[in-house]
């Protein structure tokens, strides 16, 4: 079945970069996309951003979109998440998940959903 | 501030059956399906409802969606201790162009 499994912990400086992987198998990559979602601690769940299987198009959250950025080698089938600039209030759980999405164009209506989550990478970011 | 509105906590006696509600606006429940995610505690999330109503396969009857204008819902039905965990329901927002959760809400199985 797919699973995906992530890179493990990082503890970076502020101002640093990370880039966490996450490899996919059991399923064919080209045909969904990639999410990524965070948890920082005590925190929800926040939704980073995605890269689209259609066209590897990708769509970030608006607070995060200056400082991320999100890949896929379809040659190993692994997706990639940069952030740059770690300041503290990154400290987070990070995830990557497939991506379901369907729009469909005759009611304006669009389906976005995570259904394989990777195992988590903690990131943690300290001077 | 969470995009999307939920109970921070509900509790119930085991056996029993808990609604957990999730309120938004026409520009995400409103217009785009709605998904379901169950976070045990030290696990990463699982898909548990998506699109309004839909179960993955291997995701037991007890759990089920609901949507109503601008607001959903998410049942648990019998419930069990190891049902124990966060709550979160999520969908895609037209007018931010982004994914968007709420802000997850804990069940106690008293």
């Known amino acids: 079945q797919a699973q995906l499994v992530q890179s493990e912990a990082e503890v970076k400086k ?11 198998s059991g399923y064919t990559f080209t045909a ?4 990524w979602v965070r948890q920082a601690p005590g925190q929800g769940l926040e939704w980073m951003g995605g890269i689209s299987a259609v066209n590897r198009s990708t769509t970030y959250a608006q607070n995060l979109h200056d400082r991320v950025i999100m890949t896929a080698d379809t040659s190993t089938s692994t997706a990639y998440m940069e952030l740059r600039s770690l300041r503290s209030d990154d400290t987070a759980v990070y995830y990557c998940a497939r991506l ?12 976005h959903s995570l ?3 990777g195992q988590g990478t903690m990131v943690i970011v300290s001077s | 501030q969470s995009v999307l509105t939920q109970p921070p906590s509900v509790s119930a006696a085991p056996g029993q059956k808990v609604t957990i ?3 938004g606006g026409s520009s995400n429940i409103g217009n785009n399906y709605v998904s379901w995610y169950q976070r045990l505690p030290g696990r990463a999330p699982k898909l548990l409802v998506y ?3 839909e179960r993955p396969s291997g995701i037991p009857d007890r759990f089920s969606g609901s949507k109503s204008g601008t607001s959903a819902a998410l049942g648990i039905t019998g419930l069990q201790t190891g049902d124990e965990a966060d709550y979160y329901c999520g969908t895609w927002d037209s007018s931010l162009s982004v994914g968007v959760f709420g802000g997850g809400t804990k069940l106690t199985v008293l």
Do not use: H
């Open chain 1, 100 to 111: 379901f999405e369907i729009y469909y164009f005759d009611s304006g209506t669009y389906s």
């Open chain 1, 14 to 24: 502020p101002g640093a970069s990370v880039k966490v992987s996450c490899k996919a």
């Open chain 2, 51 to 53: 699109d309004d109503n």
């Open chain 1, 115 to 117: 259904d394989t989550w």
């Open chain 2, 21 to 23: 509600s999730c309120s």
């Open chain 1, 32 to 35: 969904y996309g990639i999410g």
